[in-house]
């Protein structure tokens, strides 16, 4: 009987863990905003990248996991030159967390290869996630439709991680849009 009560509490605590853990992602809007201004001072709307796979990644420059995730995502970049792949990080600090000076040095730091994007009012985050977790990655496939799921986290192993994202660029890569293209 005691081994049936324990398998219950665990059956029950296992419900609630991942309850939680879904409430904190929300369903995709149909047709997201994905308007960003650039360290570069352009306005960054990713909805114009139809025909091209996205992948954006929301962090900050004090997320430990952040940094770990820009590193194997511009390795994988090097793969994906030459095809319609567009990479993009966003970082989610205010201005007065991180200053523009800071996320150039951050990224020259880091010798990211893709652009470096503003959500200091978290209006594109707040579309995808109840709270903050970070690192958040994003891919929106040609048809510029969100491919789910919204992945939160970091993979502890890289060379897991990277081969799960360039899974799903291949994929997303294979798929053609109602334009054909």
Partial sequence: MRVIRQILFLIVVSIIFSLGVTAQVKTPPENPSLKFQGLDGKVYDLTEQRGNVVLVSFGATWC??????????????????GKPVKFFWVSIERPEEATNALLKRYARD????????????KIVFSQFAER????????????????????????????????????RLNKLLANRDSSGQ
């Fill in 110 to 121: 880091r010798r990211l290869t893709f652009p470096v994007l503003r959500d200091d009012a």
């Fill in 64 to 81: 430990a996991p952040c940094t770990t995730e820009l590193r194997a995502l511009n390795e994988v970049l090097t793969e994906y030159r």
């Fill in 132 to 167: 903050v977790r970070l690192p958040m990655l994003l891919l929106v496939g040609k048809d510029g439709k969100v491919d789910t799921p919204i992945k939160f986290g970091m993979e502890s192993q890289v060379e897991t991680y990277k081969t799960q994202i360039r899974g």
